[in-house]
């Protein structure tokens, strides 16, 4: 990479010497709970699989959980058209390499993404030798894009977004977001807005494709036919929602809202938190407003007679949607940016979401602007939301509008597919 910037430079210089500092994060993180004990090793760049010696391998790189499902569909696609290709998807959260354990294609293997770091760094593409690298969203670990980029393995970046917050850093190193970025042989972008951001750094237009977002074409999440009917069956006619995604500080306001909303045993409130081990907290919560509780992963039976029922498990998201008359998109009342409003949109579960939206801002105002979801800031506004959408032809008429103006029939995903095969195709630089 040359004529480097001085902030990449002194950032590659400390990636030398900063093991020390990774290990006592890592030790922290560990007594917390937030680190797999027996995976720990991989963060160091040691692999827990053997590199297939047949065949290509594609490696995504992506943070947590939500970016992990937003390649998912790309993924399997890839493996279906070529039986040789196999896929490594690295991740940073123990959430996302929950969700991919439960996957049984032989050919799509997991690891926890290495410390950007030297060493680390080096020892993880020494094992594995990508035959092509893949970002995902905003991601970028300086130490990693430059050693691959190093070794001349064939990089994109895709879904990329830039939030407000981000392009607010990215201006005060402008030659060094343009060294990294310009590390990449495509570049494959959710909005004009990031396509304009990127252009104006300097990075070659003949890199930039707008792609829109794959979470709009990511396959729908699965829900066991004969779960749902029986959880169909329990609810009856009572009015269910699901706060959905909950942070540390939501959770109270979104209680507020449903105590303010309806009477005792009126209906049921669902919350899903953003992270499962969040739940028995989440329960002392609600008890502590004299609220009745099931918790998920306590085995507690869905009943209608509690007040609260708190969805502390992984993979069930798609049960909660159809099963809820209406979610809250939580992320979105603290400063998390909001999260994904496709699955509910496309599950037709109405949506009410927060003032905080950045990570998806383009998306929820064409929702606003197509009247498909409802804004509510405080726990006084969520409480109006649900009351109107007590009304059935109220849900529906915005659900009908979230459906229709999300829709895109897999455009970016074919577009990605498409750039991915191609610098497959062409191999290292």
């Known amino acids: 990479m040359r004529d480097r910037s001085f902030v990449i430079a002194l950032y590659l210089m400390l990636a030398r010497v900063s ?39 594609v490696w995504f790189h992506a943070a947590s959980i939500g970016e992990t499902q937003s390649i998912l569909g790309i993924a399997e696609q890839l493996l279906a058209q070529d039986t040789q290709t196999h896929v490594l998807i690295t991740s940073v959260t123990v ?22 770091c030297y060493r680390p760094v080096c020892r993880f593409l020494d094992h594995w030798r990508p035959d092509l690298a893949i970002w995902v969203e905003s991601e970028l670990w300086p130490q990693l894009i430059c050693e691959t980029r ?10 990329c977004r830039i939030s407000e917050n981000t392009s607010r850093r990215w ?25 304009k951001q990127i252009g104006n750094l300097g990075v070659a237009s003949k890199k930039l494709t707008l792609s829109g977002s794959t979470k709009e074409d990511a396959a729908l999440p699965n829900a066991d036919p004969a779960e749902l009917g029986a959880l169909q069956a329990a609810k009856g006619d009572k009015f269910v929602w699901l706060a959905s995604s909950t942070h ?58 509690a007040d609260i029922y708190i969805a502390d498990t992984l993979g069930e998201m798609g049960l909660w949607y159809r099963l809820a008359d209406a979610a809250f998109i939580a992320g979105s009342l603290s ?9 509910p949109a496309l599950l037709d579960c109405p949506i009410i979401h927060g003032p905080i939206d950045y990570n998806f801002r383009e998306i929820y105002a064409r929702l606003q602007a197509a009247e498909g979801a409802i804004a509510a800031g405080t726990s006084g506004d969520i409480a109006a939301a ?26 970016a995903t074919h577009l990605t597919i498409e750039k991915i095969t191609q610098l497959l195709d062409r191999g290292p630089r």
């Open 150 to 159: 190093r070794r001349a393995i064939p990089m994109a970046l895709i879904n």
């Open 335 to 343: 400063d998390h940016g909001g999260h994904n409003p496709f699955e």
């Open 19 to 57: 093991s020390p500092l990774f290990r006592l994060a890592q030790n922290r993180r560990l007594r917390r709970g937030k680190e797999d004990p027996l995976r720990q090793n991989e963060q160091w760049g040691r692999a827990r699989h053997v590199r297939p010696k047949e065949g290509r391998l």
């Open 248 to 305: 540390p500080g939501e959770d109270a306001a979104l209680i507020e809202a449903h105590k303010n909303a309806f009477k005792q045993q009126e209906a049921l409130m669902m919350i899903a938190p953003r992270h499962p081990e969040r739940g028995a907290e989440i329960a002392a919560l609600a008890r502590a407003r004299g609220f009745k509780v099931a918790l998920r992963s306590a085995n507690d039976g869905f009943n209608t007679d």
């Open 95 to 116: 959430s996302s390499a929950n969700l991919l354990e439960h996957s049984t294609h032989d050919r799509l293997m997991h690891q926890f993404a290495p410390y950007d």
């Open 171 to 195: 201006q005060h190193w402008p030659k060094a977001m343009y060294n990294l970025l310009s590390a990449f042989d495509a570049i494959l972008v959710q909005s004009e807005t990031t396509l």
């Open 386 to 411: 649900l009351i109107a959408l007590k009304d059935p032809k109220r849900r529906a008429q915005l659900a009908e509008n979230a459906r229709a103006c999300l829709r895109t029939g897999g455009a």
